[in-house]
């Protein structure tokens, strides 16, 4: 797969996360609207869930415009520890859920959780590899063409 579409694919991945992430929100509250019930909504954020809300999804909302806009390698890596750490963030917050006795485990209500779940792997992956080309291209910047591992295989083998 080209850097180009590994690119892609971890701009895609956070674009996509942070739509779950908002419909997720917008469930719950739909749900609590339904049920008559908004009072769970100050027992279980408060002020401060609030402000961590508004920076999760600052961060979704800035990621994939930082990734498109940097590739240095460093920066990368944070995109990969980052999508780790927002990853393990709602695991550990589904976690809490079922642990309180709030939700019943693994219902419809988790397919969004499920898909969170799903698409951090998706570009936990793409990131990692995303990383590597960088990594490789770093490594062989400056050296002359044909002393690269990868253009002598396919030289080789046309002709």
Same mark, same amino acid.
């Given at each position: 797969? *080209?850097?180009?579409? &590994?690119?892609?694919?971890?701009?895609?991945?956070?674009?996509?996360?942070?739509?779950?992430? +908002?419909?997720?929100? !917008?469930?719950? +509250?739909?749900?609590?609207?339904?049920?008559?019930?908004?009072?769970?909504?100050?027992?279980? $954020?408060?002020?401060?869930?609030?402000?961590?809300? !508004?920076?999760?999804?600052?961060?979704?909302?800035? $990621?994939?415009? &930082?990734?498109?806009?940097?590739?240095?390698?460093?920066?990368?890596?944070?995109? +990969?520890? !980052?999508? &780790?750490?927002?990853?393990?963030?709602?695991?550990?917050?589904?976690?809490?859920?079922?642990?309180?006795?709030?939700?019943?485990?693994?219902?419809? #209500? @988790?397919?969004?959780? &499920?898909? @969170?779940?799903? #698409?951090?792997?998706?570009?936990?992956?793409?990131?990692?590899?995303? *990383?590597?080309?960088?990594?490789?291209?770093?490594?062989?910047?400056?050296?002359?063409?044909?002393?690269?591992?990868?253009?002598?295989?396919?030289?080789?083998?046309?002709?």
């Amino acid at each position: 797969m *080209t850097e180009a579409r &590994l690119r892609s694919w971890v701009a895609q991945g956070w674009t996509t996360m942070f739509a779950v992430f +908002v419909a997720n929100l !917008l469930m719950d +509250v739909i749900r609590s609207s339904v049920e008559g019930s908004t009072r769970q909504w100050m027992d279980h $954020m408060g002020p401060q869930g609030i402000q961590v809300v !508004l920076v999760v999804m600052v961060i979704y909302a800035a $990621m994939p415009v &930082l990734v498109r806009t940097f590739s240095a390698v460093p920066f990368r890596v944070v995109v +990969v520890m !980052l999508t &780790l750490f927002m990853g393990l963030f709602v695991a550990a917050h589904e976690v809490s859920h079922l642990v309180q006795n709030h939700d019943k485990p693994f219902g419809v #209500l @988790h397919a969004l959780d &499920l898909m @969170h779940h799903a #698409l951090v792997v998706g570009t936990m992956v793409a990131g990692i590899a995303w *990383t590597r080309v960088g990594i490789k291209a770093r490594a062989f910047a400056g050296q002359p063409e044909s002393s690269q591992p990868e253009l002598k295989k396919k030289t080789a083998l046309a002709g």
